[in-house]
Structures are given as C-alpha cells and as structure tokens.
C-alpha cells in the first residue's frame, strides 16, 4: 500500500473535530475561571481587608492548590477533555504540569522521582520566564 492510499484511509476513518466549537467551549471555560478568580480576588479584598497584590498572590495559589488535587485524583484530565484548552492553558494547566509529572515518577522515590522529575515539564517555562522578568527589569530601570 502506498502512502497516498494511506493516508485517504486514515483521514477516512479519522474523527472530525469541530473546531468552532471547540474554540467556544474553550473561550466560555477558561473565561469562567477568569471570572471565579476575580470573585475569589474582590471576597479576600472585601471580608479580609487584604492589599489587591496579595489577594492576587492568594488567587494563584488556590488555583494550584485546587489544579494540583484535581490532578492527584485523577479528575482533571476528565476536565479538561471536556474544556479543552480553557483549563490547560492558565495556571492550572502549569500545576497539572508539575503534579503529573511527580505522580508519574512517585515509585522511583522522593529524591530521584519526584524531586527530579517534577520540573521536567515545567522547567523550561520557569527560565524563560526568569529571564523575560530579567530583561523587562533591565528595560524599565533604563526607563525609569
């Protein structure tokens, strides 16, 4: 069989995905997360008299914490199957990163497994962002 013939036949067979759709459902999922961390951010602002930067610290920190648990209990991935990138891309999607990745090396112990692994995925993200922080520094103290 040659490769033209192939290729007919798996995109024959092949789902079709509908990509409007898909794009919707992403745009209303993660525009709901946007929406649940703003009224997380104006609760710790209004009942706890917080500073907005903190609470803005705080908002992060529960959307790992509750990324991070989904992900130990096996429910994000359904989620996220469901939402498409609306919930892969934001911070969660950084938590599901590194919490995955320690689970999937947790037999090799804490030190070679976890304590290795769990930036396999994430570790480029955090240096690029240390040096883009870096440079736009540099740029604003140039500025300023």
């Known amino acids: ?56 610290m705080y908002t992060m920190i529960m959307f790992v914490v509750v990324s991070s648990i989904l992900t130990g209990l096996g429910f994000f991935d359904k989620i996220v199957s469901f939402a498409k990138c609306g919930f892969i891309v934001p911070t969660t999607g950084f938590a599901h990163a590194m919490t995955s990745s320690a689970m999937d090396h947790e037999s090799e112990g804490p030190i070679k497994g976890i304590g290795s692994n769990i930036f396999k995925l994430t570790g480029s993200i955090i240096l690029y962002g240390l040096v883009a922080a870096f440079f736009l520094a540099l740029i604003k103290g140039v500025i300023m």
């Not at 709901?32 to 609760?43: E, H, K």
């Open 1 to 56: 069989m040659k490769l033209e013939e192939y290729n007919k036949i798996v995109k024959k067979h092949s789902a079709k995905e509908d990509k409007f759709k898909n794009v919707l459902i992403a745009f209303l999922t993660g525009g709901s997360l946007g929406v649940i961390g703003q009224l997380f951010t104006t609760f710790l602002e209004k009942c706890f008299y917080m500073p907005l930067h903190e609470c803005y």
